[in-house]
């Protein structure tokens, strides 16, 4: 599965950051989006229940143990409370608050997506102005995909590539939080499940553009490109190979 961006399809702009999640990378979420925002791989045990498993599609993902694991992000990676964030995940508990994605200051001034207490669902935004989903809209069984748009006016969560989920303005504006996936910015909250293929946007994607992230069809706009390209991804400490090359050639739909 190439790595590499597609810079002439629509869905590029815009994008802040991309994790693919895959092992090649060892304890680095690197960034295949070109601007070298990597993260670290935080707690992860490396083991079944923690570390890389299978995710969707046929690609690699995160296990997240309920406990400590998380993906430990950068500050100031948004600029305005206008983004996207978009990813695959399995959930393996649907009824306790959960963090999948959080950029907190505080339950006013953030940028979150939780698994809710009750009712098998999520909310977007945060705690104190949620875009609360149906009920019964996540269940334990296979991967969803999860996005969030906020236009600076509305903030929607999406499931599938389907709105479900809407709210007024999320009050964010503590644009220098560092942002953590798996648990909430500073701890807490712990997620148990698996999160695949993440990335962030400077932008609100279109309802058109979230239903693309979610189609397998129309994904493959933005990974694959002609030519040829090769990373050298520096090891992380304790990784036991120095340097790992990916190469990516050509590559054509079905």
């Given at each position: 599965?190439?790595?590499?961006?597609?810079?002439?399809?629509?869905?590029?702009?815009?994008?802040?950051?991309?994790?693919?999640?895959?092992?090649?990378?060892?304890?680095?979420?690197?960034?295949?989006?070109?601007?070298?925002?990597?993260?670290?791989?935080?707690?992860?045990?490396?083991?079944?229940?923690?570390?890389?498993?299978?995710?969707?599609n046929g690609t690699e993902a995160l296990r997240y143990d309920a406990t400590?694991?998380?993906?430990?992000?950068?500050?100031?990676?948004?600029?305005?409370?206008?983004?996207t964030v978009s990813m695959w995940v399995k959930f393996f508990a649907t009824t306790t608050f959960q963090a999948i994605f959080s950029c907190f200051t505080g339950n006013s001034d953030s940028m979150e997506i939780f698994v809710n207490d009750t009712g098998d669902r999520l909310f977007g935004g945060n705690f104190s102005n949620q875009a609360l989903t149906n009920n019964s809209t996540i269940t334990t069984t296979g991967f969803h995909h999860i996005g969030l748009t906020s236009d600076g006016s509305i903030t929607t969560v999406f499931?599938?590539?389907?709105?479900?989920?809407?709210?007024?303005?999320?009050?964010?504006?503590?644009?220098?939080a560092i942002f953590r996936i798996g648990d909430r910015t500073g701890g807490g909250f712990p997620f148990n499940g698996v999160i695949g293929d993440f990335k962030?946007?400077?932008?609100?994607?279109?309802?058109?553009?979230?239903?693309?992230?979610?189609?397998?069809?129309?994904?493959w706009n933005l990974r694959y490109r002609p030519g040829l390209k090769v990373f050298s991804v520096p090891a992380a400490a304790g990784d036991a190979v120095p340097q790992v090359w990916v190469q990516y050639r050509r590559r054509h739909a079905g």
């Open positions: 599965w190439p790595f590499v961006l597609n810079r002439a399809s629509p869905q590029a702009k815009g994008l802040i950051l991309w994790y693919p999640c895959t092992s090649r990378f060892g304890r680095t979420a690197f960034d295949v989006g070109g601007k070298f925002r990597h993260a670290t791989l935080t707690n992860f045990g490396f083991t079944n229940t923690s570390g890389y498993v299978a995710g969707p400590d694991d998380h993906v430990l992000g950068l500050a100031s990676v948004f600029s305005s409370n206008v983004l499931i599938n590539g389907l709105a479900n989920g809407t709210t007024g303005t999320t009050n964010f504006s503590t644009f220098s962030l946007y400077s932008r609100a994607l279109s309802a058109g553009e979230m239903w693309n992230q979610y189609d397998p069809q129309t994904r």
